[in-house]
């Protein structure tokens, strides 16, 4: 298994090139599905997401070739219609392949996302967006079997606009019979992307960008060529960097529109923010200000930055107050930034952050991507050495971070971590 060591105290300065974004080619991925034959995508970052995406694709049939940052997949003898478990509980975007597969083949069995069930949990709004879409759906063992003959469009209203359920709702309206309306869509710009790709194969979609998506179905869609949008996590992550360490960062490649609530927040904490068409730079000479954050859908500020800011605030001179009202449970990087000298107080989906003058390095533990990526920004600025642990995490998301923050100046590395002996005793003897 491997670590991040971080050893603190460097000022990072200079540029780095942002990569494609996971949650825009995840679900472009499976809009492959919708059609026969070769698609090649381009800027698909190589990551551990990517490659689960690719292995269920090829279970169900298709051919997926990824060559650097260039993906092809061979949608010609798709013949396997399920998502099974092992895949699922790994990667919750696995369950995009729903709605292409009911709507091109009229059949499909999703293992449900680890943790789901019945309830009033985001995986109903997909299940109720396809039935009113006239699929028939039922849980067997564990999985969503979902049939129908010919999808047909209606208006359908979602409760949250759920960046999932509409993509899967779109994709597979666009094979329905009739004009399908989605209102409270997200309009985050990974589904715009979708849209787009859609749009390209020769769907029929307005509204893209907006809360209501206008989707006239078509009989059949054409393979088509596509550039995956930057990754404005990614983006984001890098300029928080910048901003920690009393940096000059500037991030390229990126739709400076995309982070227009996190270039806010930075500007408010005192940072100097700079723009141009596909660049935008972050300058930091002296230790931020405390500025709250509660976290929005697009275009509000993204949950996904909720652990990164966090991290910048835990150093910020004042009081912050962070709230996530998207995920409520989603602070599991709370007791390692503890571990680090962070001074912070939970009131239910609220983290009240004291600004210290300085955190001190030490062996910490990542919890999922976005709390991987808190403790790296963390260790960036605390004396002495941190040990992220668990970075498997991190591959999830972010394309060779350390790279990345080694180019920048950062003291930062990867290396193995070996058993600790209290667990080597336990394990059986090797019998190779």
């Keep these: 298994m491997d670590k991040i060591v971080v050893i603190g105290g460097r000022r ?30 381009k800027r698909v970052p190589e990551l551990r997401d990517v490659r689960t995406m690719s292995h269920l694709l090829r279970i169900i049939g298709a051919r997926v070739d990824q060559e650097g940052h260039e993906l092809r997949i061979d949608t010609t003898n798709c013949s396997f219609f399920e998502a099974p478990y092992e895949l699922v509980k790994t990667m919750r975007a696995s369950i995009y392949v729903l709605g292409p597969l009911v709507a091109r083949y009229g059949y499909a069995r999703v293992s449900l996302p680890g943790g789901c069930a019945w309830g009033p949990r985001p995986v109903d709004l997909h299940i109720k967006g396809l039935q009113k879409l006239g699929a028939e759906i039922g849980l067997e063992r564990g999985y969503i079997v979902a049939r129908a003959k010919k999808l047909k469009g209606t208006t359908i209203t979602l409760d949250i606009p759920s960046v999932g359920a509409t993509g899967n709702i779109l994709m597979a309206a666009a094979l329905a019979e009739g004009t399908t309306v989605i209102e409270n869509a997200a309009r985050e710009p990974e589904i715009a992307s979708l849209a787009e790709f859609l749009n390209g194969m020769g769907a029929q979609i ?21 550039e995956t949008i930057p990754d404005r996590i990614e983006a984001g992550t890098f300029l928080v960097a910048g901003a920690i360490t009393q940096g000059d960062v500037t991030v390229r490649q990126v739709v400076p529109d995309h982070l227009r609530s996190v270039l806010a927040k930075l500007t408010d904490a005192g940072a100097e923010v700079f723009e141009g068409p596909d660049w935008v730079r972050v300058k930091c000479d002296r230790r931020v200000k405390a500025v709250d954050v509660t976290t929005a859908v697009y275009p509000g500020f993204p949950t996904d930055m909720q652990a990164q800011w966090m991290a910048l ?25 503890r571990r680090l000298g962070a001074d912070i107080r939970m009131d239910g989906n609220s983290a009240h952050v004291v600004g210290v003058p300085k955190l001190q390095g030490a062996p910490v533990m990542s919890t999922d991507l976005r709390a991987s990526a808190s403790l790296i920004l963390a260790g960036l600025v605390a004396e002495g ?10 591959d999830r998301g972010y394309e060779r971070i350390e790279e990345k923050l080694k180019g920048l100046g950062a003291e930062i590395w990867r290396e193995q971590e070996p058993w600790p002996e209290a667990v080597v005793g336990v394990m059986p003897p090797d019998e190779s």
């Excluded at 990072?12 to 679900?27: D, F, M, R, Y």
């Excluded at 307005?206 to 596509?226: H, K, M, N």
């Design 12 to 41: 990072l300065e200079g540029q780095v090139t942002i990569s494609g974004a996971k949650n825009a080619v995840l679900p472009i991925m499976a809009a492959c599905l919708l059609a026969h034959g070769r698609f090649r995508i």
């Design 385 to 394: 050495r941190t040990d992220v642990s668990r970075v498997y995490h991190i």
């Design 313 to 337: 605030m835990c150093i910020a001179e004042g009081t912050s107050v962070i709230v996530d009202t998207i995920f409520a449970d989603r602070f599991t990087h709370v007791a390692e930034l």
């Design 206 to 226: 307005e509204g893209i960008g907006t809360d209501r998506l206008v989707i006239r179905g078509v009989q059949e869609l054409q393979p088509a060529d596509f």
